[in-house]
């Protein structure tokens, strides 16, 4: 079974508005971690934020936050006031273990890609 | 912030010859490195942990004979790809998981474009 589902192969979004990108993750440990990286055209993965399973507050960092949905297992990423340079690839990713604060692997979903209208 | 950087970034090389793809941490000492493996359009698989000083751990499916990975130094891990076939081009990325506050990181590589013809 999937560990990590992103529904949405593709979205689009006006500039200066928000957009949510969903993902659901499944995993019987307790303790992990969810991630989401954006990947641009070049290739290279860029880190935007983290939420850990024991982590009491939504993560935010900047125009990003996550709306951790622990009962429903879901992580969707949240952009406000989407920007041009925000059209890119964006992936989930769960690590289990540790409050997802361990050296392990990373598990990722198949990403969701984000056009951004000008 | 922490850098990992690839090299080559880009490779064409004819069926049947080997390649070495190098994934080095540019500022902090990585026990730990991660490759991955991504096709067009989809996600990153991960291929295999490598941990310095001891064997690679592979996934399943992975061919360990195939894809060669050593971590010789705390900042430099290698993936050898022998005898390269058209089916193993693909985008090959690197990781490795730097420390930052309260969870580990994990810092990718640029990537490799591996092309076999």
């Known amino acids: 079974a999937q560990k990590i589902t992103q529904t949405q192969p593709g979205m689009f979004v006006q500039e200066k508005e928000a957009v949510t990108l969903d993902c659901t993750y499944d995993?019987?440990?307790?303790?992990?971690?969810l991630f989401w990286y954006k990947q641009p055209s070049s290739g290279e993965m860029i880190f935007l934020i983290y939420?850990?399973?024991?982590?009491?507050q939504n993560a935010t960092e900047g125009r990003y936050s996550l709306n951790f949905q622990k009962a429903r297992k879901s992580a969707n990423l949240v952009i406000s006031a989407s920007q041009l340079g925000d059209s890119a690839m964006y992936f989930c990713?769960?690590?289990?273990?540790?409050?997802?604060?361990?050296?392990?692997?990373?598990?990722f979903g198949k990403g969701t890609k984000l056009s951004v209208k000008p | 912030g922490a850098v990992v950087s690839q090299h080559p970034s880009r490779v064409i090389c004819k069926s049947g010859t080997s390649v070495k793809i190098e994934c080095r941490s540019l500022?902090?000492?990585?026990?730990?490195m991660f490759w991955y493996r991504q096709f067009p359009k989809q996600s990153l698989m991960l291929m295999a942990t490598?941990?310095?000083?001891?064997?690679?751990?592979?996934e399943q499916g992975v061919e360990k004979d195939k894809f060669l990975i050593n971590h010789a130094s705390l900042t430099l891990s290698t993936l050898t790809v022998t005898s390269a076939h058209p089916e193993d081009s693909s985008f090959y990325i690197c990781?490795?998981?730097?420390?930052?506050?309260?969870?580990?990181?994990?810092?990718f590589g640029p990537g490799t474009r591996l092309t076999v013809t």
């Open positions: 990781s490795a998981s730097f420390p930052a506050g309260k969870v580990y990181e994990q810092y």
């Open positions: 995993t019987s440990d307790p303790s992990y971690g």
């Open positions: 939420q850990g399973s024991y982590d009491q």
């Open positions: 990713a769960m690590r289990e273990g540790w409050n997802g604060g361990s050296q392990g692997n990373l598990i």
């Open positions: 500022d902090f000492q990585a026990t730990t």
């Open positions: 490598s941990n310095e000083g001891s064997k690679a751990t592979y």
